[in-house]
């Protein structure tokens, strides 16, 4: 699991997938999103403007996690 440190209270889950390189872009990032390829804390996130918080765990596509610090 990859950590990823937010120096604000919050980032929204499309900014956070270009933050962690898995998107390059914001429509990349909301495809990914509507695709129901991201979960957070275990539950399979729909919102791309989901507030990812400090101690949250992202999966993606089971094939990235991260936890940010």
């Known amino acids: 699991m990859e950590e990823i440190r937010i120096e604000t209270d919050y980032i929204k ?3 956070f997938l270009k ?3 898995v998107a390059q872009t914001g429509g ?3 495809m990914i999103i509507a695709d129901g390829l991201v979960k ?3 539950e399979v996130s729909l ?3 989901k507030k990812i918080r ?3 765990k992202v ?3 089971d094939t990235y996690s991260f936890i940010v610090i």
Request: glycine share 14%.
């Open 13 to 15: 889950l499309d900014q």
């Open 19 to 21: 933050l962690c390189g």
């Open 28 to 30: 990349q990032a909301k």
């Open 40 to 42: 957070v804390n275990g």
């Open 47 to 49: 919102q791309r403007g």
């Open 54 to 56: 400090k101690e949250d």
């Open 59 to 61: 999966v993606i596509d």
